[in-house]
């Protein structure tokens, strides 16, 4: 079982890790190693929340596919164990983004103090920019 958050759990299965070789420099091994993990997440199959699916599945991030799927490359690290631990990493920030509750927005004006000290500093400020002008004698 990997912890997402404290109520939020899921299992092993639901999450396909494959090891694929990693791109960029790293001299002769990198031909030879496959230290990168490739990472797929199926959304609908998976054991979250209803909510919490259609949120993942609304979200626009170029790392969730037509299908449903979480596709994460993991590649930042020289051991397959770092990059397999990197990938769960960032599953479980994409999963914990959509497990916050935005609070709603509270739609509010300024009070009549606030508008008329704005208009005093603007009529202060635009005083001071008189004094700047040509003077005509």
């Known amino acids: 079982m990997i912890e997402i958050g404290h109520n939020i759990h899921i299992s092993e299965d639901e999450i396909q890790l494959s090891a694929i070789r990693a791109m960029g420099s790293g001299g002769q091994n990198v031909n030879k190693v496959s230290s990168a993990i490739h990472l797929r997440f199926n959304i609908q199959n998976s ?48 999963i914990l983004s959509v497990t916050k509750e935005l609070k709603a927005r509270k739609a509010t004006r300024p009070s009549l103090s606030a ?7 603007k009529k202060r400020d635009g005083k001071t920019k008189a004094l700047r002008r040509k003077v005509d004698y």
């Open 47 to 94: 054991s979250l929340d209803e909510k919490y699916k259609n949120r993942l599945l609304a979200l626009q991030d170029k790392r969730i596919s037509k299908e449903g799927d979480i596709v994460i490359k993991a590649q930042s690290y020289r051991t397959q164990e770092k990059n397999r631990i990197d990938a769960i990493e960032r599953l479980k920030q994409v």
């Open 115 to 121: 508008k008329r000290k704005r208009l005093d500093s």
